[in-house]
């Protein structure tokens, strides 16, 4: 939960914090991002995938954008935290392993959209 990766970074050094797996979140029934903005100064890595399920341990992974996670508010999520420049960033789609070229190109642009309405 985010009150137990809060819990257990509080009081430690400054460089010591979480990485944001967004897909994890979701299928925990928890808002990635709330826990981006509870967890300020502390997210140093984020995993951006999306899940079409919530409260399911299986992945049901989608283009980002088409599940339930809000693809703008987590962009400005991380710019209102002040997500570290040097911080880790990755854009992650588990289905269509055969050729998942088209639908990584689908979140890329989902992605560059949604920086783009971040202000």
């Known amino acids: ?3 137990s990766v809060a819990k257990a970074v509080r ?9 944001v797996d967004t ?3 979701i299928r925990s029934g928890e808002d990635p991002v709330r826990a981006v903005r509870e967890l300020k100064g502390r997210v140093f890595g984020v995993h951006v995938k999306d899940d079409k399920h919530q409260r399911d341990k299986r992945s049901h992974n989608v283009v980002i954008g088409k599940g ?16 570290p420049a040097d911080g880790g960033l990755s854009l992650e789609y588990e289905s269509n392993p055969n050729n998942p070229i088209d ?17």
């Open 1 to 3: 939960s985010i009150e």
């Open 11 to 19: 009081g430690r050094h400054k460089h010591i914090g979480a990485c």
């Open 23 to 25: 897909g994890h979140f």
């Open 68 to 83: 339930h996670l809000d693809v703008v508010g987590l962009f400005q999520a991380l710019r209102k935290t002040k997500f």
């Open 103 to 119: 639908d990584m190109a689908q979140c890329l642009a989902v992605a560059r959209d949604a920086i783009g309405k971040v202000s």
